[in-house]
């Protein structure tokens, strides 16, 4: 039996179709109340951050905002640390000048059970006296959702050479538990 090659290429365009297909079906998007979100929302989180660098650290109170419009994109459109305290190691007994999130809003894309943020930049300055003068630094962000369908809590992780950051956050009411990924 003879094939056409134009029965070949058809069924090799079927064959990409469906693959696409397929992997768009099972692509993420942001949910409230379980429905695709498709207006601009904002969900306003409070936690903390902790920070280290060479062989010290210290830990502060933030608070940020994701924004997004729908589908499988957002921002983090705030990063606000409002106070730095319990350094530890080489910050010990230092005191936080000023903190700035650069680059804001960061952009952020949602994975099947978490999102990465990307772009994100905070720089920090200390105090007179202490052995660190400052730290510029960028990392990629993982954010876990906890649960990722209707998020009460989010923890994230990022790193970069000789630096990381860690922590958690809650979200604020009346976001918390209604908002998610699905």
Do not use: Q
Not at 40 to 46: D, G, K, L, Q, S
Not at 134 to 154: A, G, H, Q, R
């Amino acid at each position: 039996m003879k094939i056409h090659k134009s029965l070949l290429a058809a069924l090799a365009l079927a064959a990409c179709l469906l693959v696409v297909t397929a992997s768009a079906a099972s692509a993420a998007v942001w949910k409230h109340h379980e429905m695709n979100v498709t207006k601009a929302i904002e969900i306003p989180m409070t936690g903390g951050e902790v920070f280290e660098t060479g062989s010290g650290g210290m830990t502060c109170e933030t608070r940020a905002t994701i924004a997004t419009s729908g589908g499988s994109i957002g921002t983090i459109k705030k990063w606000e640390v409002k106070k730095c305290s319990g350094g530890f190691g080489n910050l010990a007994g230092c005191e936080v000048l000023t903190t700035e999130a650069k680059s804001l809003p960061w952009s952020l894309h949602v994975n099947t059970t978490d999102l990465s943020v990307t772009g994100v930049r905070i720089r920090r300055t200390f105090k007179a006296g202490c052995a660190v003068k400052e730290i510029d630094k960028t990392v990629t962000l993982t954010l876990t959702l906890i649960p990722p369908s209707t998020i009460t809590e989010i923890e994230f992780a990022g790193s970069s050479v000789g630096y990381k950051m860690f922590g958690s956050f809650t979200l604020d009411p009346p976001a918390a538990g209604t908002y998610g990924i699905g």
